[in-house]
């Protein structure tokens, strides 16, 4: 399958190298990178129940924050909206491009860095 510019993990993974014990779990969403879609998933609605099943068997009962980009954004609203309860915090990029320069780096890590020093700070208040 072609594989269209950058993935969402490889702009924000260098963010987590100098953050230490954070786990992090992307999702290849079916229908997108190398995920091929299925024929019994044709609406958003199964896609994000899909997104669920995998977040209550990897996650389970832990807290975590949620990034999601494009498509992933707008499904991470609606994961917030269903595990409200352990969700920290949330940073959707839908109109930010990853190949919108800045610098010599990208627009995006540097808001993933920002948002992460939130939720770090806030949860060190907590």
Request: no cysteine; hydrophobic share 45%; aromatic share 10%.
């Given at each position: 399958?072609a594989?269209?510019?950058?993935?969402?993990a490889?702009?924000?993974?260098?963010?987590?190298?100098?953050?230490?014990?954070?786990?992090?779990?992307?999702?290849?969403?079916?229908?997108?990178?190398?995920t091929?879609?299925?024929?019994?998933?044709?609406?958003?609605?199964?896609?994000l129940?899909i997104?669920l099943?995998?977040?209550?068997?990897?996650?389970l009962s832990e807290r975590?924050?949620?990034?999601?980009?494009?498509?992933?954004?707008?499904?991470?609203?609606?994961?917030?909206?269903?595990?409200?309860?352990?969700?920290?915090?949330?940073s959707?990029?839908?109109?930010?491009?990853?190949?919108?320069?800045?610098?010599?780096?990208?627009?995006?890590?540097?808001?993933?860095?920002?948002?992460?020093?939130?939720?770090?700070?806030?949860?060190?208040?907590?």
């Amino acid at each position: 399958m072609a594989r269209f510019g950058r993935v969402p993990a490889d702009y924000v993974e260098p963010v987590f190298g100098e953050r230490p014990g954070w786990r992090r779990i992307y999702l290849d969403l079916p229908g997108r990178g190398a995920t091929t879609g299925e024929p019994w998933i044709t609406t958003n609605d199964q896609v994000l129940d899909i997104v669920l099943r995998v977040i209550d068997q990897v996650v389970l009962s832990e807290r975590f924050v949620l990034a999601g980009h494009a498509a992933g954004a707008h499904l991470a609203r609606a994961v917030l909206r269903s595990r409200f309860g352990l969700v920290d915090g949330l940073s959707k990029s839908f109109p930010i491009s990853p190949w919108a320069a800045v610098g010599t780096g990208t627009a995006f890590p540097g808001l993933v860095a920002e948002w992460l020093s939130r939720v770090e700070e806030a949860n060190a208040v907590a």
